[in-house]
């Protein structure tokens, strides 16, 4: 009796497994056109001396030896990037998790006050960094005028200064903190209120009940805020390339091909080097090394992030 029924179990098997499939071929499409094809594609190449004109020639390690240990330029692209990395995210969450406490308490207003703090995310990166650059303009922009009017003698030349170039794109990037605000707000608005309540009647003070009651509860926010932080930042590039060509001074037309990182390459980013190697310069081999070892150091700290004991989440979670 179970024999006779076999061939039809596995037909129904069988349909199942192709009705999952189906469901599935969108998302292995994408996978496969958009991540796992440029992937290998990239290791390819970069065993490659290819200029995108002739054909690739194996060269073997002569990319990653040029990288890692001939390029003068590698060692402060990735610096710049790491410290972009590790102040920039986290001052990122801690004045997005502050501005969303702070409107979530407030009693009037609420709707004025998100959307003052949001619009700005909705400015393009292009057009933010322009203004960002005209108001932080060390020869007439306002914000130096104010600093020099309250008695501050030699104020900061922000983007034309090497020491103040990557905290002026710092600042840039709090400028747009709508987004985080958005989030953290809907996590706060999340946390069940009994137990404020509770925590309270208990006699616990407002730092007790941001540590026992609003953070356990946030916690997998605040990991999803890092992680997709990290990440972003990792792929920083058009803020502080805009930024250093403004900031400049040189004007760019057609055909012109400027080094980025200005100044003294204080916002040279290892994206921005990328470009410059592979599409300025055509050496498309020490791009895609770059591009790996950008990927690994991503994939390197998103996973340390991620381990509950090295990350954010406790052990319960």
Request: charged fraction near 10%.
């Amino acid at each position: 009796m179970a024999l006779s029924h076999a061939p039809e179990l596995r037909r129904k098997h069988r349909r199942t497994r192709l009705r999952t499939l189906g469901f599935l071929s969108p998302w292995l499409v994408g996978f496969s056109v958009f991540f796992a094809y440029p992937l290998i594609a990239t290791v390819y190449f970069s065993f490659m001396h290819y200029n995108q004109i002739k054909e690739p020639t194996f060269v073997g390690l002569r990319n990653w030896t040029y990288v890692l240990t001939q390029m003068p330029l590698f060692g402060p692209a990735l610096w710049n990037t790491l410290w972009l990395v590790v102040v920039m995210v986290a001052l990122r969450v801690v004045f997005g998790l502050g501005i969303g406490m702070l409107i979530t308490k407030i009693k009037t207003g609420v709707g004025l006050f998100r959307t003052a703090f949001y619009v700005p995310y909705l400015a393009p990166p292009v057009a933010a960094t322009v203004a960002f650059v005209f108001l932080l303009s060390p020869g007439s922009g306002p914000v130096n005028e104010i600093l020099s009017a309250v008695g501050i003698e030699s104020p900061p030349t922000w983007f034309n200064d090497p020491a103040w170039a990557k905290p002026s794109l710092v600042v840039l990037s709090l400028w747009g903190i709508g987004d985080l605000m958005v989030i953290f707000m809907a996590a706060l608005l999340d946390v069940p209120k009994e137990q404020y309540e509770a925590a309270e009647l208990d006699g616990a003070g407002a730092w007790a009940r941001f540590r026992y009651v609003t953070w356990p509860s946030i916690t997998p926010i605040v990991m999803f805020a890092v992680v997709t932080g990290v990440v972003q930042t990792m792929q920083y590039y058009t803020q502080a390339l805009v930024a250093g060509k403004l900031a400049s001074g040189i004007s760019v037309g057609p055909g012109t091909v400027i080094q980025p990182g200005y100044p003294d390459h204080a916002t040279l980013t290892v994206p921005q080097l990328v470009y410059s190697l592979g599409f300025q310069n055509f050496n498309t081999g020490a791009a895609c090394v770059l591009s790996l070892v950008l990927f690994a150091i991503a994939m390197a700290v998103t996973t340390l992030l991620m381990r509950k004991r090295a990350g954010l989440l406790s052990a319960e979670d």
